[in-house]
Structures are given as C-alpha cells and as structure tokens.
C-alpha cells in the first residue's frame, strides 16, 4: 500500500509540476509582454513600464517561474490588477461560492445516479430500465446552462420560489446562502446524474456477467444478495473513475452556471478577470482550477485500491 | 467462461446479416434521423432560409411563434428558425473540426505509445495526465485572456482536451491488440512497428475510434453551445445557438420562446448523436451482440 | 432411488436446441463422468441441473434429485439446495473467485446463508474446511485474497465452496482443465478422497478421456447434445461398443505415422544442426520491492543449449511459467536475448542485425496455440497466408497468391478458400491455415507453440497427421513445445524438460518417458493422464 501510494504520490507530483509550467508558458510567454496584453494598444510606454516593474516582468522569466511557484506554496498568488488586492484574497472569497456549490452538486448526482443506476441493472430487460435509460439518455444531452435558464423561468419567474440569480452572502445565514443555491446546483447535477447512472448500471451489468457471480449463485444466494455483495463492490471502479473525470467537468460548469445565476464565484472571477486582462488572476485561478482537478484525479487513484486489494500489493 | 459456452459456433455473419442488424436497432435509426434533421437544416441554410439572420426589423421584435415566424423572433426581430437553421452549421462545424484535431493527434500518439511502450508510453501519457486536467472551458478561458474571444478559440480548445481522450481509447485498444498473437505472427513476418500500425492495429480500432468519434462531437455540441454563451466561442453577427441562449436568458420572462428552441436542437443534436453512438457500439462490438 | 435422475432433458436456446433428451442416473456415493468435446452439453447439463441456465434458455424434462423434481422447482427452493445439497466447482479458478473478497469470507458466506451460524462461527467451519482442502490456516490465512494464491489453490477454494456445507452431490465442471498436469494430478486425488470421505456424489465433467477413466464409476459421452454412450467405466472403455466412444478412445491415444526414422543428435554422421542455441539467457526487469531497492531481474531463461537437427522434431515440455514461450520468441527473434548466441542455418540471430534476422525469419516461422488469436479478422484468407511472403519483396502479386494456394492445399484445404474470412473456419481448420502461413515460404524449420492444445482430441489427432506428413513431404524440422506430454510422446523424435528457465533433462522421447532420470520428470510423467496406463492397471 504505501509503495503504490509513493508511486502515484510521485506521478501526482510530476503532472501538477507539468501543469505549473504549461500555464506559466501560455500566459506569461506566449504573450510576448503581458503589460502591453494588459493595457492595450493605446497605453503609453511609460505606463507600460511602471505596470512591468509592479508585476515583476523585468526579472527574467525562469527566475519569475519559480518565484510564482514558491510563491504559491507559500500561499502568495500575486496581486490583482484591477481589484488591487491580492489575488489570495479573492480566490478565498470566491471559493466559499464555488466549493459548495460543486459539492452540492456532486451530492446530488450522487445522490441520484447510484440507486437509479442500481434500480435499473438489478431489472435489466424491463420496461423500468428501458424508460430510466430512455430518459437519462436525455439528461445527458441537455446543456446545463439551458436547464438553468429553464430552471429560472418556472422557479424564479413564474412561481417565485427562488430569486433568479445573486448570492446573498454566507453572513447573511445559512438558509438564504442555500437557497441561493439550491437552482445552479440542480441544473449543474442533472447531467452528471444522467451520465453517472448511465455508468452504474453498466458497470453492474458488466459484473454481473463475471465467472465469480456464477460462484456465487451455485453457493445459494439469490439475484438481488449477488448484486449487492459481489457486483456492486467490483462495479464500483468504473463508477469511481467517472466520478473523478466528472468533478472535472463539474468545475468547468461552475464557470458555466455561475454565469448563468449571477453568483460570485471563481469561475465568475475568471470570466470578469479575461474581459478585463487581469492577467495575475486568470493565471491564478485557471492553476487552482487545474491544480483540484489533478488532485482529484489523485484521490480517485487511492480510492481504486481501497477498493481493490490487487492494487496494494503489486504495481498497477 | 467455459469451454462450451466459448464454442457456441461464432456468429458467421455477412454484410447482409449486418445491414438488416443495422436496420433493427432502434436507437441507431432514431439517433441517425435526429442528426439528418439538423445536419440538413444547416445545409440548407447555406441556399435557404425562411428570413435574411442579418437583417433587424425592430417592429417585429419577440414575436411569438406564429405561421410567419414558426419559432417566434428575437429582439432584434430577426427569425429564431432561421437563426437556428445558421447556427448549426457553426455547431457542427466547430465540434467536427475539435474532433479532428483531437484524431489527428490523439490517435498517433495512442498508437505510437502502444507501439514502442516503455519510456515513450510514459512521457506520452504523463502529458495525457496534464492535457486532461485542461476542461474545454479552462482552455478557452486562457486563449481567451491572449488572443482575445473568437471561433478558433472553442475549435483549439476543444479540440485540445479531445487530444487525450483519443490517445487514451487508441492506446489501450492498441495495447491490447499487441499482445494477439496475430500482432506476432506479422513480427514475425518481417513488417515493423509502423507497418503494423497501419495494416493490423488500426482497421481493428477504427470502430471504437468512430463510436468514441460520435461521442466527442456530441460533447464537442455542447462545449461549443457554452463557449458561445459565454461569449468565448462565436462572435456576433454570427448567430450561435450558445449566444441566442444568452441573449434569451435577459428576456425569459416575456419571451420565453427565445430560450426554448435553441435549446431543443442542442438536445436533439447531442441526443442524435449519442444515440448514434450507442447503436453503433451495440452493432460493432460482437460481445454485447451476444448477451443479447 | 437413484440420488440424481435426469430423463428427457431438453434445453433451447432460441432456435438452436443444446440439449435433446438427456438421461442419465447418478447413485449415491458413486463417481459418474461425462465425456464430451467442446459444444457437446455437458456444462448445459450440469448448469441444468443448478437451474443456472441463461435466461434464455427454455429447459423441459425431468431432473429429480433426492426424489424432488428440479424442474419445477421454485427459485427460493433453488436457493436453499444450492451450496446446500449440490455444489459446483467451475472450470477457470482464476475468474471463479471474487477478486475482492478474502478466501474465508468466500467460503464462509455459504455456510452462513444454509447453516444460519454467526459471521464468527462460519468462519471457523471455513477454516475447517480449507484445511480439508489443503490450505489450512497457519499457511493460507482466511484473510487472503485470491490474487495471493495460485491458480492450484484459488481452484482448492472453489472446492472447499463447493464442499463446506457437505452436499450430498457435487459437480465439478472441468475442475482441472486450466491447471498443469501435477497440480491436476494432486486435485483429482483431492476431489476423489473429499468425495469418499464425505460419501458425495460427484458428477465429473472432462473433454479428457483419460481423466475420466481414472475417477469414474460410470461414464456418459455426450455429442452435439445427445448422450451417445454409458455405462460403467471399464466395460465402456475395454469394450467400446459405440463408434464414437472408440473414435475418442482413439484419438485421446493417437500416434501419427511416421514414414521418416526418428532423427537423433547422438546417432553416427549426424549432420550438422540446423538451430544452434549456446548458453542463452533471458531477463525481464523485474518490480521493485521498495524506493531505495534496485529492481531484481526475472529470468525466465537461464543459460539453455541446444541443438535441432534438420528433418527433426524436438519436443520441449514444461509447466506454465517454465519460460517455454518467453524462449520461443527470442528464437524468432522477438524478444532480445541478454546473453548467449542463437545460430540458426549459419546466421547469428543474436547479433546479426535487422538484415540476419530477415534472412533467418524466411526459413524459422511459427504457428500458435490460439486458433481464434492468430488472425487478423479483418483480412482475407489470402492476405493471411501471404503476410510472411513480405519478407520476399521480389515477388509478384501472383506469384505470392500462387504460394498462398498452394501452402493451403499443401494443409488439406482448397484454394477457393482463399477469398475467405478466418472466422468462417472450425478451430482445426483455423489451424491449418496457421501452418498453411508458417509454410508459405518454405521453411526448415517451424517453431510450434502449443499447435494442439486447444483443439478437441479427434482434432488434434489430424493436425498431429498433419504436422508428421509434412515433415516427411518437405523434410521440415519442428521445435514443438508443449504442456502435454502424450502430444510430445507421440510425436517427437527427441525431448527436452524445462523447469524454472532450465532444460533439466533431455534425451530420445521413448528413454524419457520410460526411464525418466529426474525426479521432476518422473512426477510430470506420472502425473500425466493416460488412458492405456489406467486400463493396464486394472
């Protein structure tokens, strides 16, 4: 166990470094001179240069990579140009939007998709499973954006439940925040439910084909008992595996849907921060974005051979 | 699986077998008439459309559906219907091309890392790691901040995170395929890695790589629908089912029309598409053939 | 009353029927065998008999088993006597075993469900009955998992599944099949003692006649979804009153003719070898145990020798593992040697370059075990058979269909079948088509990797025919590895032992089996089913 964590310790290490240097290139290379990206065309040179020297461009880049990089090791994102605060500061107000937001989410799909996908594999062949899967091949399709501005127009506009979009804040309590966002979190959860119990019920299909069930049956224990102690467990690495692709997916809708509701979240954050060229934030949050999504991708890793004892003992 | 149930004589099937298969499956057919349905429109809207997208008659602003305007007007009064019947073909042009891309480049590379193994399939796969940690709209999000907003942007952007997505299904099925003993008897043969590639390894991937084609460009449909709406993707006065989204959202409450169908065909596309897909991996893949 | 009787049993599946009127009687105690080649119903009976069928399948007839009709039975009734009152071993151990699961908790869930003990309790009698299998607990702790143990064992827990609730009948579907011949030796001898011991039933499913003869009371041989023959073992076998059970006999026993004289490297003016392989050594880079460990290579071939003859067959037996396999593809030149030298009709193999190993791959090819593997499916049978014809760029499109022609009816098929796809073949046919390729540039020498081993007997025998008459035909010599050792015996001029990456014993193929020297040799060959062997000792 510890050798194969050390392993995928190292691979998490060597893709999160890749990254680091993936946007440092595309945002602080490729532009040539970030300051004249910033300011535009028509800034005089002066300006121009007064904006390099505060945001460092006169070091050279290598030397700037790594103070960009232990500068975020130590918690130091740089500073915002157009809000004038550092972008830590921002980031930490925001993510009390986002983070909740891709949790309740991911709950609720979760919620959602696992005894969905269940129901319909434990009744393969069915009218039942015919329909769920009729019907999540619809969920999949539909743009959560537009689910949301459908959302909006029964739940905010026609019967107003809900406000149509804007976030209170957390200080104003707790049931106001929720409400808040109680509309983007189903419509950022629909299609990853429809998805997610997409795979379930194929996955459990899957083991329920295996030579092990076919034991297991010969030993006495009925349809339902097989499904629930030797399918689900060995379905479950799939269900995993997409469950981590989709908290991927998940943080790119929260840019998406944070549009949509008016909420002040990152992906809000980053959006305002490109019409602006806040260069220093973009850079920031794109890495906090990339950066969840490799650590993700990590977690799902240990989760595999929590879940399958083959993982522990030899390499993968 | 037991000697027996292996040697249930293999299902010798003929092209005309396989045609009539083709014609049984329902979702094929359905999904296949969905995209037919959107793929014409946009073809037609090159000679024909019921009203010119460009022009703005104010007068007939937010109309709702009527035997004129069937899907109603927008608030410039120009015709929904029309500017649906445009932005298809940016739809489907932007998610064919990001599909593209991500084949041209994904599948040598799956291929090539399959072929050699070792330190290459390394490399190339811990640069998989980090293109995937690159959702679409993060991508577009960054070229956005450099080059300013634009089509390109959504073709790069997604068509980059369809990179890794390709060399991962073309590497693992090309794995798999190197150690057939087919594989070995061409070794044997005196053929090189780049021959098999081309002769052996992907005939035998092509329908995976279609089933997982038709996937990435349902996908490649809604990316591009929220770049646009974000204002990332196509630029005015292109109409694009992403932005008549945005600009419907400001106005759902008198003219809920605006928001209703663009959004129908961006499900009936992904929908058609998918369907697609999933009848041709039902058609193509011999074991889910035989457990039905 | 017999304990399992089976009359007019009859299983559809969709239009195609697998079983027609099965009967059969098993009595208490007593070993019944059934016989049969690969689609002949014998797993359809036993899963018939567990009402484990597809859901597809349509079942009719009558299984009465302790005088109650299985055939009506309900599900809840069917749950309650499985595990219970019959078990079931499976064939493939590897796959029977959740992967997820400790061995204890696998074999402690049934004797939970039937007996109704605590979680503590049931583990206890699981232990009980591990150890009665072989794997007691101060070796085989109830907390490993599946992938810790071998393939002898994982097939060690499936009995002891099968046996903790002491059925009165067990069923074992082809329980060795996936297993070497000692460790097949050592669960037949378990499988019988458990069965004594505990006086069961055992309804023993095989495609090997000799297994069988060795375990059963009585025998059925079944065919296409009929039972042809029964009856007690001895009479059905010595006697073998229907043709086909004598056909079997036959084949499971065949020697192909040999109009050439067994080639020896000993015997006077010898030539010189055709394959000369010197103090070869293979290695894989083996796991690393920890960060600060060097990994320790796997050498799966430790400095070997030999020599083969032109116009030779060379047989080289081993067990899984031995390294048989990782040897015949550096031959070909597959897998680079880490020492040692390969000469091969005076070329260096080894060291020769891109140009050499052209050279020598025109005249060494290969055929493999798997008749459904070697094939591109997408490609002709033209196509298939002229792929090694690449090595000869001077050939025209023509010429090269011309040899492809005649290489396939060189192996007994036609040349119209050239337009054909790999699938539209039986296994044995799929297998000339395998040499027809291997022959097509007209080799000396064709390396055989288990050519037989997953054909039926009556197969086997025509490709072993085959494989004889070519050589007398075209003076071929063969490199034939196998696990079997009957194959190897009748076939094989000379034969070498390989165990652990080393040839351990080698010799003419008659001195071998008679008077094997090693110890490891006498057990193989001991271990190996024979069907003369079992009638003689009688």
């Known amino acids: 166990m510890a050798w194969f964590f050390a392993k995928r310790l190292v691979s998490f290490t060597v893709t999160l470094a890749l990254a680091t240097i993936v946007i440092f290139t595309m945002l602080e290379i490729v532009p040539g001179d970030p300051a004249r990206l910033m300011l535009g065309i028509n800034a005089t040179q002066d300006a121009v240069d007064a904006l390099r020297q505060q945001m460092g461009l006169d070091i050279p880049p290598l030397a700037r990579y790594f103070a960009w990089v232990s500068g975020m090791l130590t918690g130091d994102f740089g500073r915002s140009y157009t809000y004038s605060v550092p972008v830590a500061e921002l980031i930490g107000d925001r993510l009390w939007v986002s983070l909740p937001l891709a949790m309740i989410s991911l709950a ?16 393969r062949g069915s009218a039942a499973d015919t329909g769920i899967m009729a019907s999540t091949q619809l969920g999949v399709a539909i743009p959560n954006f537009w689910f949301a501005i459908l959302l909006v127009y029964v739940f905010a506009v026609t019967l107003r439940w809900v406000p149509a979009g804007g976030f209170p804040g957390w200080d104003k309590g707790l049931m106001p925040g929720l409400t808040a966002l109680i509309l983007p979190s189903i419509a950022l959860a629909l299609p990853q439910a429809a998805i997610l119990s997409r795979v379930t019920r194929s996955a459990l299909v899957e083991a329920l084909g295996e030579d092990y069930i076919r034991t297991a049956r010969a030993k006495g224990l009925g349809r339902r008992a097989v499904l629930w102690r030797h399918a689900l467990r060995n379905a479950l690495i799939p269900v995993v595996t997409i469950m981590g692709l989709q908290f991927a997916f998940l943080l790119a809708g929260t840019i998406i849907i944070e549009n949509v509701f008016y909420l002040p979240g990152l992906g809000r954050l980053v959006f305002q921060a490109i019409t602006q060229n806040d260069l220093p934030v973009v850079q920031n949050v794109v890495m906090l974005l990339v950066a969840t999504v490799i650590i993700i991708n990590f977690l799902v890793d240990i989760a595999y051979a929590l879940i399958d004892p083959r993982l522990r003992k030899r390499e993968a | ?71 109603g007007t927008d608030h410039f009064g120009r015709d929904i219907f029309s500017m649906i019947m445009v932005g298809a073909r940016n739809s489907i042009a932007v998610a064919f091309v990001a599909v593209g891309i991500g084949m041209a480049i994904g599948v040598p590379l799956g291929t090539w890392a399959a072929a050699r193994r070792g330190i290459v399939d390394d490399i190339l796969m811990r640069f998989n790691d980090v293109v995937f940690a690159f959702p679409a709209v ?73 089933v997982q084609g038709t996937i990435q460009f349902s996908l490649g449909i809604l990316a591009e629908a929220g770049l646009s709406y974000l204002g990332l993707g196509t630029q005015p006065p292109w109409p694009s089912w992403g932005r008549m989204l945005n600009e419907a959202q400001t106005m759902v409450a008198f003219a809920p029309h605006m928001a209703v169908f663009p959004g129908l065909a961006i499900v009936i596309t992904v929908l058609g598409l998918n369907l697609m897909g999933d009848g041709l991996r039902d058609l193509l893949d011999p074991r889910l053939r035989r457990e039905r | 009353m017999a304990l399992l009787e089976i009359s007019g049993l009859t299983v559809t599946i969709g239009a195609s029927s697998v079983l027609t009127d099965v009967g059969l009687t098993l009595e208490r105690g007593q070993i019944m065998g059934l016989v049969g080649e690969s689609g002949s119903g014998k797993s359809m009976t036993a899963l018939s008999t567990m009402r484990l069928l597809p859901e597809a399948a349509r079942l009719s007839g009558s299984i009465r088993f302790d005088g109650e009709e299985l055939v009506e039975a309900s599900e809840k009734r069917m749950c309650e006597l499985r595990g219970d009152d019959i078990g079931m071993v499976f ?24 007996a109704g003990l605590s979680p503590r309790q049931a583990l206890e009698r699981a232990a009980e009955t591990l150890a009665d299998v072989g794997l007691p607990q101060s070796q085989f702790a109830l907390s490993r998992y599946p992938h810790e143990l071998s393939g002898g064992q994982r097939q060690r827990v499936g009995i002891a599944i099968a046996c903790s609730m002491n059925p009165k009948l067990l069923i074992a579907d082809e329980p060795t099949t996936a297993l070497d011949v000692t460790i097949q030796a050592k669960i037949l001898d378990l499988l019988k003692s458990l069965v004594q011991s505990r006086n069961m039933a055992l309804l023993f499913i095989s495609h090997d006649l000799a297994v069988v003869a060795g375990m059963a009371d009585t025998i059925a041989v079944m065919r296409q979804g009929k039972i042809l023959d029964t009856g007690p073992a001895h009479d059905l076998l010595r006697q073998r009153r229907h043709t086909y059970t004598a056909r079997l006999a036959e084949a499971s026993a065949h020697v192909p003719k040999k109009l050439t004289p067994p080639v020896f490297s000993d015997a006077p003016g010898a030539p010189d070898p055709l394959l000369a392989v010197r103090s070869l050594v293979c290695q894989y880079p083996g796991h690393r145990k920890g960060l600060f460990h060097k990994p320790e290579p796997f050498i799966a071939v430790n400095s070997i020798s030999f020599d083969v003859l032109p116009s030779q067959i060379m047989g080289l037996v081993g067990e899984s593992g031995c390294g048989k396999s990782t040897l015949a593809r550096t031959l070909l030149g597959l897998h680079k040697p880490s020492s040692g030298s390969i000469d091969f009709d005076h070329i260096d193999i080894v060291n020769g370059g891109m140009q050499a190993l052209r050279e020598a791959r025109r005249e060494m090819q290969i055929v493999f075990q798997d008749p459904y593997g070697s094939f591109n499916p997408r490609h002709r049978v033209a196509r298939l058979v002229a792929e090694p014809l690449h090595l000869r760029p001077e050939l025209s499109k023509t010429d090269k269909r011309d040899r492809a022609a005649a290489a396939l009816e060189a192996v007994g098929l036609k040349a119209s079948d050239l337009g054909k796809y790999a699938h539209e073949f039986s296994g044995g046919q799929r297998q000339r088509i395998a040499i027809a390729r291997a022959l097509v540039n007209q080799p000396k020498l064709i390396i055989a990797d288990e050519p037989v081993s997953a054909l039926d007997v009556s197969i086997r025998a025509q490709v072993l025919d085959l494989l004889s008459e070519l050589r007398d035909r075209l003076g071929l010599a063969y490199l034939f590895i196998s696990h079997d050792l009957s194959v190897v015996r009748a076939l094989c001029d000379e034969v070498m032992v390989m165990r652990n990456g080393e040839i351990i014993e080698r010799g003419k193929a008659d001195d071998i089996f008679n008077a094997p020297v090693r110890k490891y040799t006498r057990r193989l060959v001991n271990a190996a089913p024979d069907l003369q062997r079992v009638l003689a000792e009688e």
């Open chain 1, 108 to 123: 609720l799909s979760t919620l959602v998709a696992l005894p969905v996908g269940i129901a319909a594999a434990s009744r």
């Open chain 2, 138 to 210: 993060v991508s577009a999000v960054m070229i956005t901040a450099i080059f300013g907003p634009g089509q390109f942007n959504a073709i790069i952007a997604i068509g980059i995170f369809n990179i890794p997505v390709f060399a991962r299904v073309a590497r693992g099925a090309a794995l798999s395929l190197w150690s057939r003993e087919f594989i070995m008897a061409a070794q044997v043969s005196g053929k090189n890695a780049a021959r098999i590639t081309f002769e052996h390894i992907i005939p035998n991937i092509a329908n995976l790589l279609m």
């Open chain 2, 1 to 71: 699986m037991s000697l027996e149930a292996g040697s249930v004589p293999d299902h010798v099937e003929t092209w005309a077998d396989f045609r009539s298969r083709a014609m049984r499956s329902r979702s094929l057919l359905v999904g296949t008439i969905l995209v037919a349905i959107i793929l014409c429109g946009a073809l037609a809207s090159f000679i024909w459309t019921p009203f010119d997208v460009t022009q703005l008659i104010i007068a007939d602003r937010l109309k709702p559906p009527s035997s004129t305007h069937w899907f």
């Open chain 3, 91 to 114: 064939q493939e151990p590897m796959t029977a075993l959740n992967p997820l699961k400790t061995i204890g908790e696998q074999v402690a869930e049934g004797i939970r469900l039937h």
